[in-house]
Structures are given as C-alpha cells and as structure tokens.
C-alpha cells in the first residue's frame, strides 16, 4: 500500500498569511493526487484532484503542485473560513489511501 | 443538485451486522461508480470499499481491515448503494460516508467531490 504522509501536523497561521501544506507518497502516484478540506462537524470538500486542478468553486487562492512523491497544497492568503483540517489523497493504484491530514490554525 | 444520502447508522454490537444506504440523487445514479469511506472519532478519513458502475461490470474493491467482512452493492432501479458489514468490531466505530467520483470506473480520476453527511457507526457491548 502506498503511505501518504502529510506535514506538519498542525499549521499555525494569521490570517492572510501564506499556508504551505506538505504532503509525500511512500512511491510514485504520477499526478494522481488529491487535496480535500475539513471543517470541524463537516463533509469532506473535493479542492484539488490531478494536483494542480482546482474543483468547481473552488477560490484561485488554493493551488497544488508537484508530482511523483513530494506535492504542495497553497493557500495563498488565509481566510476565516479556511481554518481546517486538509487531507492529500492518492488515486494511483488500490487501495486509496489518504494522507493523516494537516490541522491550520488561527495563530 | 447532485447529492448522496447515507442511513442506516446507530450503535451495534460486537460481532452483530448492519447494513448502511447510500441513496443518490440529481444524476443518473447507475452511470456512475461509488465508493464508501469512514472516519473514526477524531481521526482522518479511511477508504472502505468502491463498486464500479454495471457498464464496467459491478466490479468491487476493500480495504485489508473490511475484507471478507463487508459487502458493497448497488440497485441502479432505486439509486441505492449499500454497505453490508457483518462481524463487527468496535475499531468499525466512525461515520460511514458515501461518495462518488466523476465516472463509472476509476482510471486515474477515482477523486470524490460528491459527499453525503455521513450516518454514525457505533460498535460497542
């Protein structure tokens, strides 16, 4: 199984500051990747799928690259609404895993 | 609107069984694969199990932790995807969501924008 590791653990940002959210697969899963958002009590939100492809309505302030092993989902300037939990998700092969999610926070 | 409803949740005991209901609506429900995930209080989201649509022949999928336990199945004719689990066991405890990814088979597109609420699964004596 592939083993999606994501870093840190917790992200301590200010609002509208940059958010840097790491995420690495134990191989390769091409550029089958996805980034998901979690708000407390709430569904998981599709952000990005294909690593760089934002999902519909989705803000231009999230972004995601890489490819391979190592991807990075950005938040360009934090909002309110953006405090959450993000999980990394691969979709190279059976069986999906995903990543143990990176908590940002109001610093 | 394209949603996904799960029921069916509530609290079991070890060893008993129950059966959750994905119910699809705002598409056609029998073009499309479906794929069911937990995640388990205060922890992160696990896959389960996947069907493909019938044009790609039912084919199924598990997790290591569900197989020969669960059973994951569709009836197109009432939109419905269902989570059999029998044998449960208080590490099963979470919310079971349903979701949907873009088409009937996963060829490197198995992404889920579409998710239901989730229903409460809770094992315990």
Redesign the interface.
Known sequence: ?IVMTQSPATLSVSPGERATLSCRASQSV???L?W?Q?IPGQ????LI??VSTR??GIPARFSGSGSGTEFTLTISSLQSEDFAVY?C?H??N????????TKVEIK | EVQVVESGGGLVQPGRSLRLSCTGSGFTFGDYAVSWFRQAPGRGLEWVSFITSKTYGGTTKYAASVEGRFTISRDDSKGIAYLQMSSLQTEDTAVYYCSRPPGGICNNNCYFATWGQGTLVTVSS
């Open positions: 199984d091409s550029s089958n996805a998901y979690q569904t998981p939100r599709l799928y294909g999902a519909t999980y998700q979709y190279n059976w069986p999906l895993t995903f990543g143990g999610g």
